[in-house]
T-cell receptor, first 114, second 110 residues
Framework: NAGVTQTPKFQVLKTGQSMTLQCAQDMNHEYMSWYRQDPGMGLRLIHY???????DQGEVPNGYNVSRSTTEDFPLRLLSAAPSQTSVYFC?????????????FGPGTRLTVL | KNEVEQSPQNLTAQEGEFITINCSYSVGISALHWLQQHPGGGIVSLFM???GKKKHGRLIATINIQEKHSSLHITASHPRDSAVYICAVRSGGSNYKLTFGKGTLLTVNP
């Protein structure tokens, strides 16, 4: 199993550009989430999904959209990138509740917005 | 919102030393996670516990629900243990959201 995969690993955007961060898991997990990690701060939840077709906002959802059309994929869309979105983004999945059983994290995407 | 505090922020040890990292939280929880993040970024789940103590190899995690405190211990530390250790809690009312501490950077010198 590949586990949780994320693409791209690195990305540089200009202010106002849009892009999609990809996340996929092959463990048939119902629960998936997106976090951002900034220096001096803990991981913060952006959006999460409890199953295909169901998504909800986390702690810092502004400027991001998500969808969950399949169990495997959970893309994160930046509609109009801003320098404040410069961060490292992690996707995670788990079998029972986002905070229940073991969380499996992807390798992360390092995003820089100029 | 639950506040999660970790101490120390940074810890340097010599190989073989016994390491303790602490995590305190402000509101009652239903579960606490310990995670490890190596340089280069990958995050791995070490433990999830809601009471008592768990052990895996040289790692031991304990939690005291009454005192709202958890500790992660590393016995016979090794340079490969160098990483950021992150505590995260699930508050009782929320099955879907974790609150994370800022992490403890551990450096083990040979």
């Amino acid at each position: 199993n590949a586990g949780v995969t994320q693409t791209p690993k690195f990305q540089v955007l200009k202010t106002g550009q849009s892009m999609t961060l990809q996340c996929a898991q092959d463990m048939n997990h119902e629960y998936m989430s997106w976090y951002r990690q900034d220096p001096g701060m803990g991981l913060r939840l952006i959006h999460y999904s409890v199953g295909a077709g169901i998504t909800d906002q986390g702690e810092v959802p502004n400027g991001y959209n998500v969808s969950r059309s399949t169990t495997e994929d959970f893309p994160l869309r930046l509609l109009s990138a801003a320098p404040s979105q410069t961060s490292v983004y992690f996707c995670a999945s788990s079998a029972q509740g986002l905070a229940g059983l073991e969380q499996f994290f992807g390798p992360g995407t390092r995003l820089t917005v100029l | 919102k639950n506040e999660v505090e970790q101490s120390p922020q940074n810890l340097t040890a010599q190989e073989g030393e016994f390491i303790t990292i602490n995590c305190s939280y402000s509101v009652g929880i239903s579960a606490l996670h310990w995670l490890q993040q190596h340089p280069g970024g990958g995050i791995v789940s070490l433990f999830m516990l809601s009471s008592g103590k768990k052990k895996h190899g040289r790692l031991i995690a304990t939690i005291n629900i009454q005192e709202k405190h958890s500790s992660l211990h590393i016995t016979a530390s090794h340079p490969r243990d160098s990483a950021v250790y992150i505590c995260a809690v699930r508050s009782g009312g929320s099955n879907y959201k974790l609150t994370f501490g800022k992490g403890t950077l551990l450096t083990v010198n040979p």
